[in-house]
């Protein structure tokens, strides 16, 4: 009796229309983005370019399924009674000829505005708190993407056995949609990607910077490139500055930082010197730190309020977890294998990544708690559920309701406190069935 219910599901069921998921995503959008980097199908495909957007998306969401197996449950391939089925050979013919100019651009247009949907929620004293920190991902390892990306080089002579592609992204700390990203070869100094996205940083924000980030061009490109940029960074052992305002062996003060002559010379708008607030804080280990930042109020931002938003920004690196080993399965290889695909299949799983993101902050808001106290996880498995049967769902109007049930869901799905940690953290080494490949640079 079971297998002739599966048998009769199987036949009877629609194809799945996979365009659902762009409640927050409108095809006005998709036509924008092929049309304004002229990658429009002119003649009639199987797999117009405006279904292979909806393919990258889709493969993010559904990591563990071959891109065949993505095609013939979307059904985005213009019916064909011939070959109702798309070769391999087609779908990565698709693929070259859109490119990754759609999806950056689609991706940047939507982060755009979803990051400016109920921003008045997430203010603190009038700022919206952003991160900017770098990532690594992995490719397959072949010649054209390790002339292009390149690999990490150790001290000893090796190299790393996958090429890698570097990026920096600008992270909404209170929803972790990602805002703005640059990506690109592994060689190139994430500094270089930061000041590709210090123009792009909305006004009246506060961006947390790891330490690496300390640089007189990009801090002072960000507070005087717009209105009311802020930022934080904690200060390097090493930096030197002289104390203008205040007690030095206070925890409040104001100090005065020379730039570097190399760094005039390669950027003649930069002053002598510049100035910052420091504000001294001690971590939970009794470990002293000064951060650096432009909060010059001292009534308005109390040093309480700048350590607990400096503490927040390792909500960026909760966010590469989510996207890097949730999404992708803990898959670290992409799975393109040329340049263009790859940059393709980022900006494909960065759309992926900020439309679950949204959909759990649209569900945080109904119950009012915060968006990253929801399970991603949990929440990235129960959108791919939802999403498969309200893709076959028969009548559009019954999908208002399953969005409805699917946010109601969601915000059950709160994270658990957990105790801490009670024994030091350690891993055990992974046993080797065969020779490791040591890679050598050539002599």
Not at 102 to 107: A, I, R, S, V
Not at 123 to 148: P, Q, S, W, Y
């Amino acid at each position: 009796m079971l297998d002739d219910t599966l048998h009769f599901l199987a036949n009877h069921l629609e194809a799945p229309d996979w365009r659902r998921l762009g409640e927050h995503l409108p095809v006005e959008w998709i036509e924008q983005a092929v049309q304004r980097t002229d990658t429009t199908s002119i003649r009639h495909r199987r797999l117009p370019a405006e279904q292979v957007v909806w393919l990258m998306v889709a493969l993010a969401l559904y990591r563990h399924k071959s891109i065949s197996e993505v095609l013939d449950d979307m059904g985005l391939a213009v019916p064909d009674a011939q070959t109702p089925f798309v070769s391999k050979s087609a779908a990565a013919q698709a693929r070259q000829r859109l490119g990754s100019d759609p999806l950056k651009w689609l991706f940047d247009h939507s982060a755009q505005h979803w990051s400016n949907q109920d921003r008045r929620a997430y203010i603190f004293k009038g700022l919206v708190l952003f991160a900017m920190d770098g990532t690594t991902l992995r490719t397959h390892d072949n010649v054209e993407a390790r002339e292009h990306f390149g690999a990490q080089n150790y001290s000893s002579g090796a190299i790393a056995s996958y090429p890698q592609v570097r990026g920096v992204t600008l992270t909404a700390l209170s929803t972790h949609i990602v805002h703005s990203a640059a990506f690109g070869p592994y060689g190139t100094n994430e500094m270089l990607y930061a000041k590709q996205l210090i123009d792009g940083v909305p006004n009246d924000s506060l961006t947390v910077f790891d330490r690496g980030f300390l640089s007189a061009e990009i801090l002072c490109a960000l507070t005087r490139g717009g209105n009311e940029r802020h930022f934080i960074i904690p200060a390097k052992s090493n930096t030197r500055w002289e104390v203008i305002e205040g007690d030095e062996d206070g925890d409040d003060f104001t100090v005065r930082m020379r730039v570097s002559p190399q760094a005039r010379a390669k950027c003649a708008e930069l002053p002598e010197f510049w100035e910052a607030r420091a504000i001294t804080v001690v971590d939970q280990q009794g470990r002293k730190r000064v951060l650096l930042t432009s909060l010059r109020d001292r009534r308005r931002y109390k040093p309480l309020d700048i350590a607990t938003c400096y503490a927040r920004r390792w909500g960026i690196e909760t966010s590469y977890r989510e996207l890097k080993q949730t999404m992708l399965g803990t898959t670290l290889t992409l799975r393109s294998k040329t340049v263009d695909g790859v940059y393709q299949e980022i900006w494909g799983t960065l759309i992926a990544y900020n439309l679950i993101r949204l959909e759990i902050a649209k569900a945080a808001l109904v119950v009012k708690c915060e968006p990253t106290e929801v399970s991603f996880i949990r929440a990235f498995h129960l959108i791919q559920f939802e999403l498969h049967w309200a893709a076959v769902t028969r009548s559009y109007g019954k999908l208002p309701a399953s969005m409805k049930h699917l946010r109601e869901r969601l915000v059950s799905l709160l994270n658990d406190e957990r105790p801490d940690r009670k024994f030091d953290r350690a891993v055990k080494a992974k046993p080797q069935r065969y020779a490791t490949r040591v890679l050598r640079k050539p002599a």
